[in-house]
């Protein structure tokens, strides 16, 4: 158990919709990170928030935004859902957010299927 | 961000060594590299990392080459439990702040 809580461990919902995931951060992490992870795409780096702020940005869609609470827990809301965002995401939290040295703890993920 | 080369698969016995190599030949002075592996049905979980010097850890050791072009994961007996897909990374801390890019990894198959 990483310490990294995730909700909901699945998802089920249908093209166009809109859908919030959830992620708690080990306590003491200040960092949060999102993945996503396809079958054609592999693991992709997807937005890291560091004590309530954006601090990078990878390949995340426009329909996709972020954001971290003051408790430092984040929540990945999804919009305009397409075929192809089904996936697993991962969300992930380290302690400074500097990469170097800052281990990544990941969560058990949440499959989102869209039908 | 720096590449890495990896093998797609490899295959180890029980209780033997596994070494996983991992090519990065456009390195730069100021990149870590940094290994990860995924279980099955889980998200990956941090495995070592290093800089310039071989690293030790409760996990696996890390080799470094001396021209940093290359490194070495290092599994000194696989279990059953260590059947996974590794990934080597390079992490520049002045530009990448915590982003992870994935490669393709190696698929590891652990014999009984």
Redesign the interface.
Known sequence: DSGVTQTPKHLITATGQRVTLRCSPRSGDLSVYWYQQSLDQGLQFLIQYYNGEERAKGNILERFSAQQFPDLHSELNLSSLELGDSALYFCASSVLGTGVGDEQFFGPGTRLTVL | DAKTTQPNSMESNEEEPVHLPCNHSTISGTD?IHW?R?LPS?????VI?GLTSNVNNRMASLAIAEDRKSSTLILHRATLRDAAVY?CIL???GT?????????GTILTVHP
């Open positions: 870590y990860y995924q889980q998200g990956p979980e941090y990392h990934y992490i520049n801390g990448s702040y915590g982003k992870l890019t994935f490669g393709q």
